[in-house]
């Protein structure tokens, strides 16, 4: 009786054998190193990281960069935990966002609609033309999400970008949410608890805690006797900060700590870490099929 063989087995691809890039942030890699990981697949399998952030009020208490101190000190909390092989680049912090709603506010910036839609599609653009096929856009502006998942769809469509958007309040924490209360997680949206204890964790100095109080919010009101209308889902309010409350922050930013918002931080590290992680293992091909012919 002839013996079967089996058939030859394909080792894994060696990932140690994958160039590496000699920095985590697209700013510190030079053009030779760009034209390199074109040829050898480097480019093609990184994924480009864009922050986004804002420079708006956050209540007496705290400083205008807190959006962006955020963002940057969560993607600082994130690369510890990346494998040294997956291959991750950061792209420039867009430091100014869409911040229609604190306009009346002494000290925001903030861009148009037209003006950041296009902004964050030509970065994309170019993103693109480099070589890399992945984008993760990275948010702690609640303004600023409408704008991601446009600009997401627009890259796709042009450029054949896979694209994806997430911010920080929608990643999985490890459970180092549960430090602060329910009604925190939903109303205290804007300098308050979380963000106070986050920024005393980053940036101490620019915490002014002699201002903090607890900044009552009028969508509290709202949910206690408009059950639709007050739910958070079922109808959004086109809103201005003043309309939740005039001082400008939303949420008990007193009971603020250092330590509940370096442990929150750190959870959203280990989690930012783990979606780059996935997206990376994505095929690019997820993006980019043909649409059946009708007819």
């Known amino acids: 009786m002839a013996s079967r063989t089996s058939p030859p087995q394909t080792a894994a691809p060696d990932s140690s054998a994958m160039p590496r890039w000699p920095a985590r942030h697209w700013a510190q890699v030079s053009a030779r190193d760009f034209a390199l990981a074109q040829t050898n697949g480097l480019a093609a399998a990184t994924v480009a990281v864009l922050p986004v952030g804002a420079v708006e009020q956050h209540g007496p208490h705290l400083p205008l960069s807190v959006d962006s101190t955020l963002v940057d000190g969560m993607v600082a909390a994130a690369l510890p935990h990346l494998p040294a092989d997956t291959p991750v680049l950061v792209l420039p912090t867009q430091q100014i966002g869409l911040s229609l709603e604190h306009e009346s506010y002494a000290g925001t910036l903030g861009l148009s609609p037209a003006t950041l839609l296009a902004l964050w599609t030509e970065i994309g653009a170019c993103v ?87 900044f009552s919010s009028t969508s509290a009101q709202r949910a206690q006797h408009y059950p639709i209308l007050g739910n958070g889902k079922s109808a959004k ?11 400008g922050a939303a949420g008990n930013a007193a009971a603020a700590d250092a330590a509940r918002g370096k442990a929150l931080v750190e959870a959203v590290g280990v989690s930012l870490a783990a979606l780059l992680e996935e997206i990376h293992r994505l095929p690019a091909s997820t993006v980019g099929a043909e649409p059946t012919p009708l007819g």
């Open 237 to 247: 309010l086109g809103w201005a900060m003043q309309d939740y409350n005039p001082c």
């Open 128 to 214: 693109a033309r480099a070589g890399v096929k992945k984008l993760l856009i990275f948010n702690a502006h609640g303004g600023n999400v409408s704008s991601m998942d446009i600009v997401a769809r627009q890259l796709r469509m042009q450029c054949g970008l896979l694209v994806y958007h997430s911010s920080w309040f929608n990643l999985p924490l490890q459970g180092s949410d549960q430090a602060f209360s329910v009604h925190e997680h939903r109303f205290g949206v804007h300098g308050g608890e979380m963000e106070t204890s986050m920024l005393l964790h980053l940036a101490p100095e620019r915490v002014r805690m002699e201002h903090a109080q607890n």
